[in-house]
Each structure stands twice: as C-alpha cells, then as structure tokens.
C-alpha cells in the first residue's frame, strides 16, 4: 500500500494520516514532522529550515526529495508508507517518478481557505507523537495535554494567520497543480495507478475518517 494524502495546510491530513497508519499497518511520512523534528534538534538540516518555514514558504526540492529517498529506503517502508506533505512541487512528483515510485492511490482533502484559517487558530500539537487537536472541533480530553502521554501540547510558528494565508497562497501556486499531475497520470496508465480520489475534508473528523477507510477498503 502506497499511498498519499494531498490537500492545503490544515486540510486534515495530519489528523487522517494517524487513523491510516493505525488500521493499514504502515508507516507515516510527513516531511512536516521530519523538518520540525531537525528544527527541534538544532541539526544543519533544521538550522537550514527554520526560517523557511517559519514563513510559510517551501523548502527547496533538492532538500526535500533527498529525505525523502533516503526514509523510503528503511526498512518499515518496504511493504507500503502513507506519504503526508510530499510530494508538493512538480519537481517533487517528477522525482518520485524517477525513483520508480508507484503510488497506489492518491487521497486528495478538499477544504476551503476560509475554513482553514479558523481552523488553525485553534490547532494543538503533540510534537513527540504527531498528534492534532483542535480546541473546538476535536478537544484533548484535558485543555492543554495530550490523551495519551498528558504531555503539554503547544501552537506551531507557522499557524499565526498572516502565514497560514501565505501558506495557502503558496499551495495554491506550487502544490495545486499536483490535481492536475496526478489525475491525468491516473487516467493515462493502463494499470490505472495511482487511483485518484478527491473527498470533501468539512465534515466531522470521523465523517472524513470513514470516507478514507471506505475508499481503502474496496481495494
Ligand atoms: P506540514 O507540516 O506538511 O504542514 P501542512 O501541509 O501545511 O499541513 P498541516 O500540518 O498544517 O495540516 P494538516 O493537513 O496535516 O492538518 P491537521 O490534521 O493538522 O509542512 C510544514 C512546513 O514544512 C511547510 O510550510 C514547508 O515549509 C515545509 N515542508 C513540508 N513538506 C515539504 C515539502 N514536501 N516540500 C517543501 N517544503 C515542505 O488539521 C489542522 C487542524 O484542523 C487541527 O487542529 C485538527 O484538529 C483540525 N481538524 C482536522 N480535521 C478536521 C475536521 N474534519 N473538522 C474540523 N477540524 C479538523
């Protein structure tokens, strides 16, 4: 199982990719996390990012398609992932491709800007684990900590609202036309691969869960 989710800032692929990983048994790539994780550990890799996404702009393809390669190449990769933020450029994609990286399918969450913006205002993370909450429309059961460690949760840098704008502008110009990419690669390939499906992301969590789990479990 290869598979992607592709969708704006805060569409909930986050949220989505932890439910995935859970009921398919594999692992999750998020090059979100993967950068944070370097920023956090003041790597040359973080030191290199952080003011790139601290101002919501992408980091370079060059970087980013070599961590990836890299993380695929482990072990738990071997028999699927979930990738989660990648690819997010043309040359991304074109990359994957040249590495002979089949994707199986490809999930895209559809959410509009506006909603994405009050969304992020209220959007709590457990950096260690991944985990997102939102203060509103999925709550810890203790304001502040995570469920499942009761570690303290914190805001992201790049959620203030002046850069979750930029970051949406940013997607529309740099990772919408993956839609196209994608979609017409689906239609050319006899096999049919990677499967395109596009899903509304603005109903509940568990209404957006169960429409992925339902795609997933025809195959
Ligand atoms: P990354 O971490 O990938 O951020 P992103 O794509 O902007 O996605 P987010 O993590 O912000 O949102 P999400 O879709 O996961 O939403 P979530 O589930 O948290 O990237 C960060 C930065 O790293 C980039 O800006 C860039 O600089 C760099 N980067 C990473 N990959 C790169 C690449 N390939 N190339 C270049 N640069 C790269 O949900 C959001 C909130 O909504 C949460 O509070 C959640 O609880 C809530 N929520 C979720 N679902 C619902 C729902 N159905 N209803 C109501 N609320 C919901």
Redesign the pocket.
């Known amino acids: 199982m290869r598979l992607m989710l592709l969708?704006?800032?805060?569409?909930?692929?986050?949220?989505?990719?932890l439910f995935i990983k859970e009921r398919y048994g594999i692992p999750q790539i998020?090059?979100?996390?993967m950068?944070?994780a370097a920023v956090a550990a003041g790597t040359p890799l973080g030191l290199k990012?952080k003011s790139?996404?601290d101002a919501?702009?992408?980091?370079?393809?060059h970087i980013?398609i070599d961590l990836?390669n890299e993380r695929i190449k482990e072990p738990d990769c071997e028999h699927g992932f979930l990738l989660?933020?990648?690819?997010?450029?043309i040359p991304?994609a074109e990359a994957l491709a040249a590495a002979n990286i089949v994707l199986d399918d490809i999930i895209e969450?559809v959410v509009e800007d506006e909603e994405i913006v009050k969304?992020?205002a209220?959007?709590?993370?457990h950096s260690a684990s991944g985990r997102?909450?939102?203060e509103i429309?999925?709550p810890p059961q203790q304001p502040g900590k995570d469920d499942v460690t009761q570690e303290s949760l914190i805001q992201?840098e790049?959620?203030k609202e002046e850069t979750v704008r930029r970051?949406l502008a940013?997607?529309h110009q740099q990772t919408k036309p993956l839609v196209d990419y994608y979609q017409t690669l689906s239609q050319n390939n006899k096999n049919q691969r990677p499967r395109y499906f596009s899903i509304s992301?603005?109903?509940?969590?568990d209404?957006?869960k169960q429409k992925i789990f339902s795609i997933l479990d025809a195959e």
């Open positions: 969708g704006c800032p805060g569409a909930g692929k986050g949220t989505q990719a998020s090059t979100g996390e950068l944070r990012v790139i996404m919501g702009q992408l980091v370079p393809d980013m990836v989660d933020g990648f690819p997010r450029t991304q969450i969304r992020m209220g959007r709590w993370t997102v909450y939102h429309y999925n992201r790049d959620d970051r940013v997607y992301g603005e109903g509940s969590v209404e957006v």
